[in-house]
């Protein structure tokens, strides 16, 4: 019976409500095929009836093909004071044309005469038809009780009475939401033995917000306790302290209990999505988070330290490639150099010969990193900087100097202009550019001052562009890191700079953009 | 007998294991000072064998006098190959003077053959030996037992003699600690209760950490089934994943359980208590966390907003006075008039009286979020506009003209230079900066020019800075959002502002930064 507990994901419906999180369309579109991949059973992909950039989402998730999950629509049962038919949220959830439709309805009382003001009656009678509406349409239904274990506290025989509305009229799931996030574990498996004697054989699920700290404890109790549908985001995202976080709740019911999960969960791409998500939603990746945290397998005391290297067992609850994850040591972190040997070799550049020179190039890397460098998804950079590892470095142009100038006038937007001086082998080039923004204008100055040498740049666009700050409470003083990305007619690649000055940042990602390029050219990878 | 759980806090010592974090002997002193006033039971200041700087700490913490908490240095039973009377670490236990003295010794078998290499029967002799030692110095003796639980796991006849060994030798408490954190609740219960059933009458304690994401929850559940010491730091500090976050445990066992806590806990304190150890160790303190973060009673859905102005309970678990914190209303495209009207009303300015009015604010605003601007997180930039709608507006400063460069030379750092003129009142300011990087120029300049008129501003600081590139695919070209904060010597408040042009998307929201300053001092709110 274990078999069929299905993962059932929020983070783009839930999730997108947390504070400073804003996914767009595309962002949405993204992360939905990597959850799919990745192996989860359902997809919340937001609320069709509460704004049109879901809407949007929906539209364009119609072309794809997912190979793991189904996709659900969100939305609430129907309004007090419109017939089911003409409701404009349902009839939107039906326009998504998604297979699976959710609806959440109310099972607090209080929160039907004081939030609905309406009777309890009449929200039964919203629940049915809404539930049945669904079902006519052909939609797999799945039921959110919101509030449910308030609910439950405040009013147990109305509570129940809400579910078993939604049953009647058909639901094929009905989850117990704990809405607020209130509730221990302890209590909120009381509260669902109480639902189970009442309900048999229904499939039952579980949302738990973390506002207690618990939400992984209860969604794991609410599992242990029999029931087969858990529902949560990828990093706990979700509004105030989060939703349960399926990182957490996923690894522990893989590794560390006797529940059998769809094979299909690729669990090695685990700290793979989770990174993923808190870089498409532009927000730092929790360092501690548990298993697929930078400092999850980082040992730092001497003691730690020299225990695992006897034996990693000793420190480690699991093998951190189990989810993706890899130890780190902080003191001498050697896990890089084989990832870099191979990188070499893919370029034709030998730096294996030569032990010293590996070495050198791993220092080399380290301080970068040290000083905010991030490689990970900046090959071009990487590369870069391996073939100046090399010794048979020429560089492709060398900078006299650079002046960027940004001008306004009382309230209008600026003027950016960039004038520019390079040495192409002997010759001297000075030029100048405008742009939307002083590193565009940079950037155009640099193309126009190189493509009379390097026609090939013609070939090459800027597709991406990102700045983190690194040391943020630094304020205007702060460092950042800039990302770019580029192509070509055959790929894209990564480059990087770091620096106080968001101009020189970008400037150094941009110089290895075009460096990369004409690396690659030059020496036919 | 609830009355006698006691609260052990290891921010100092286990917490200090942090990933980036490390406490000067005077942070030390400071947090130890707050958590005494705070209300804790027991306060573990560091590990005198490992390091200089707790040496310094206990030194110059014995002059200090605790109201509530009794002090604990902590360390290793002796050394296998020094007798207890000579070694070095159980030694300078005594030299700090504490009242208490906690130190951990190996429960684990495959730990004492692999990692102390030594044998089963010599490992429960340094266990008796060090804690006889103590005790013989007059110490209250609090023994950690390390790896509890695996080592119950791999033999537990012999996990239970360790603790035997410890007890025998007079140890006050006994400690259960899930070092690796890979224990669930159930498992952790299950324990519990062998150890119980073997030792009656004593004062076990339990030690968690996060790495399953359950450490709040296995702390909970131990309390329930009986254990009367629980250990924890603030935030959830500690190597890897984590300590058991302290704020989640005292504020979960004081709202929502039947245990006593001490009555010295002034949980009304709990969010200052965990913003200042953030504070002090330099880490952003994180947003999501539940009851201290700040975003734990934030509200964003329109639904959820309309909602809690009707009654807060609806939506907040408990209420967030309780733990000192506050109700927070964001504005998004998500939601409607409430969150305007709510703000509005918190700022106490009067736009309820004119619905024309709030109307146009809200279309302006939402116009403003289709450009890119987000306004969760700008209360200032929100109440600068909101201001601008009331009709009484009038500007502090205008701008007549700002020119921003960027000199670089060769491969040397860039030199940023602005200069700036500006009008206050019917007096023209024309002045120059140079900074680190553009923005801080632009930044330092616009300082310059405006406090000979308003002096307040000196006492302004910027104390983040953020950078959101918003349709990254349109490369350098792109649009980028900017977040600063500022704060005075009462408040903190963030200012937004959005265009290609980086400098001036940071120049928008400089300006609202140092006019919601001058608005503050002008209407005295």
């Given at each position: 019976?274990?078999?069929?507990l299905v993962i059932y994901d929020t983070t783009l419906r839930?999730g997108?409500?947390?504070?400073?999180?804003?996914?767009?369309?595309?962002?949405?579109?993204?992360i939905a095929s990597e959850l799919d991949r990745f192996g989860v059973d359902y997809i919340e992909g937001?609320?069709?009836?509460?704004?049109?950039?879901?809407?949007?989402?929906?539209?364009?998730?119609?072309?794809?093909?997912f190979q793991n999950a189904k996709l659900a629509?969100?939305?609430?049962?129907?309004?007090?004071?419109?017939?089911?038919?003409?409701?404009?949220?349902?009839?939107?959830?039906?326009?998504?044309?998604?297979?699976v439709?959710?609806?959440?309805?109310?099972?607090?009382?209080?929160?039907?005469?004081?939030?609905?003001?309406?009777?309890?009656?009449?929200?039964?009678?919203?629940?049915?038809?809404?539930?049945?509406?669904?079902?006519?349409?052909?939609?797999?239904?799945i039921?959110?009780?919101?509030?449910?274990?308030?609910?439950?506290?405040?009013?147990?025989?109305?509570?129940?009475?809400?579910?078993?509305?939604?049953?009647?009229?058909?639901?094929?799931?009905?989850?117990?939401?704990?809405?607020?996030?209130?509730?221990?574990?302890?209590?909120?498996?009381?509260?669902?033995?109480?639902?189970?004697?009442?309900?048999?054989?229904?499939?039952?699920g579980?949302?738990?917000?973390?506002?207690?700290?618990?939400?992984?404890?209860?969604?794991?109790?609410?599992?242990?306790?029999?029931?087969?549908h858990v529902q949560g985001t990828i990093?706990?995202?979700?509004?105030?302290?989060?939703n349960a976080n399926l990182c957490?709740v996923l690894a522990?019911l893989a590794?560390?209990?006797?529940?059998?999960l769809s094979p299909k969960i690729r669990l090695?791409k685990l700290?793979?999505v989770s990174?993923l998500v808190?870089?498409?939603?532009?927000?730092?990746?929790?360092?501690?988070?548990?298993?697929?945290?930078?400092?999850?397998?980082?040992?730092?005391?001497?003691?730690?330290?020299?225990?695992?290297?006897?034996?990693?067992?000793?420190?480690?609850?699991?093998?951190?490639?189990?989810?993706?994850?890899?130890?780190?040591?902080?003191?001498?972190?050697?896990?890089?150099?084989?990832?870099?040997?191979?990188?070499?070799?893919?370029?034709?550049?030998?730096?294996?010969?030569?032990?010293?020179?590996?070495?050198?190039?791993?220092?080399?890397?380290?301080?970068?990193?040290?000083?905010?460098?991030?490689?990970?998804?900046?090959?071009?950079?990487?590369?870069?900087?391996?073939?100046?590892?090399?010794?048979?470095?020429?560089?492709?142009?060398?900078?006299?100097?650079?002046?960027?100038?940004?001008?306004?006038?009382?309230?209008?937007?600026?003027?950016?202009?960039?004038?520019?001086?390079?040495?192409?082998?002997?010759?001297?080039?000075?030029?100048?550019?405008?742009?939307?923004?002083?590193?565009?204008?940079?950037?155009?100055?640099?193309?126009?001052?190189?493509?009379?040498?390097?026609?090939?740049?013609?070939?090459?666009?800027?597709?991406?562009?990102?700045?983190?700050?690194?040391?943020?409470?630094?304020?205007?003083?702060?460092?950042?890191?800039?990302?770019?990305?580029?192509?070509?007619?055959?790929?894209?690649?990564?480059?990087?700079?770091?620096?106080?000055?968001?101009?020189?940042?970008?400037?150094?990602?941009?110089?290895?953009?075009?460096?990369?390029?004409?690396?690659?050219?030059?020496?036919?990878?």
């Amino acid at each position: 019976m274990n078999a069929d507990l299905v993962i059932y994901d929020t983070t783009l419906r839930d999730g997108s409500q947390s504070e400073g999180v804003s996914f767009s369309a595309l962002d949405k579109l993204q992360i939905a095929s990597e959850l799919d991949r990745f192996g989860v059973d359902y997809i919340e992909g937001g609320w069709p009836g509460s704004n049109p950039k879901d809407i949007e989402f929906f539209e364009r998730a119609a072309g794809l093909e997912f190979q793991n999950a189904k996709l659900a629509a969100f939305g609430s049962t129907r309004r007090v004071d419109s017939p089911v038919r003409q409701d404009i949220n349902l009839t939107r959830l039906i326009e998504t044309g998604t297979p699976v439709v959710t609806i959440f309805g109310k099972s607090w009382d209080f929160h039907v005469t004081d939030g609905l003001c309406t009777t309890l009656e009449i929200n039964l009678q919203l629940i049915a038809d809404s539930v049945a509406f669904l079902k006519d349409h052909g939609r797999e239904v799945i039921y959110d009780a919101e509030h449910f274990f308030d609910g439950y506290l405040a009013n147990a025989d109305y509570a129940l009475q809400t579910l078993a509305a939604a049953l009647k009229a058909g639901a094929d799931s009905v989850v117990l939401c704990d809405t607020n996030g209130g509730t221990l574990p302890d209590h909120l498996v009381q509260i669902i033995q109480a639902v189970q004697n009442e309900f048999a054989q229904i499939r039952l699920g579980i949302h738990a917000h973390n506002d207690s700290d618990t939400a992984v404890a209860n969604s794991l109790a609410a599992v242990k306790a029999g029931l087969r549908h858990v529902q949560g985001t990828i990093n706990g995202l979700g509004e105030r302290c989060g939703n349960a976080n399926l990182c957490s709740v996923l690894a522990n019911l893989a590794l560390k209990t006797d529940q059998r999960l769809s094979p299909k969960i690729r669990l090695e791409k685990l700290t793979y999505v989770s990174r993923l998500v808190s870089e498409i939603a532009n927000i730092p990746h929790r360092e501690e988070s548990p298993y697929v945290g930078n400092s999850a397998f980082a040992h730092k005391g001497g003691i730690h330290v020299s225990a695992i290297r006897r034996n990693r067992r000793m420190y480690e609850h699991i093998d951190p490639q189990t989810v993706g994850n890899h130890q780190r040591v902080l003191i001498s972190d050697q896990s890089g150099q084989s990832n870099i040997l191979s990188k070499a070799e893919q370029m034709g550049i030998d730096i294996k010969s030569s032990k010293k020179q590996v070495r050198e190039f791993l220092d080399r890397l380290k301080h970068l990193e040290h000083l905010g460098y991030q490689f990970e998804g900046a090959d071009g950079s990487l590369q870069v900087l391996l073939k100046k590892a090399t010794g048979e470095w020429q560089p492709f142009f060398e900078l006299v100097s650079a002046r960027v100038t940004i001008d306004k006038q009382q309230q209008v937007e600026p003027l950016s202009e960039a004038v520019l001086k390079i040495r192409v082998g002997g010759v001297l080039e000075h030029t100048a550019a405008e742009g939307n923004g002083p590193v565009d204008a940079l950037d155009k100055a640099l193309r126009k001052a190189l493509e009379p040498f390097y026609p090939s740049l013609k070939k090459t666009t800027l597709v991406d562009y990102k700045v983190r700050v690194l040391n943020s409470e630094a304020a205007t003083a702060a460092k950042v890191r800039v990302f770019i990305e580029t192509a070509d007619e055959k790929s894209i690649w990564g480059t990087v700079g770091v620096s106080e000055n968001i101009i020189e940042a970008s400037w150094q990602a941009l110089v290895d953009s075009v460096t990369y390029k004409l690396m690659k050219d030059t020496d036919d990878f």
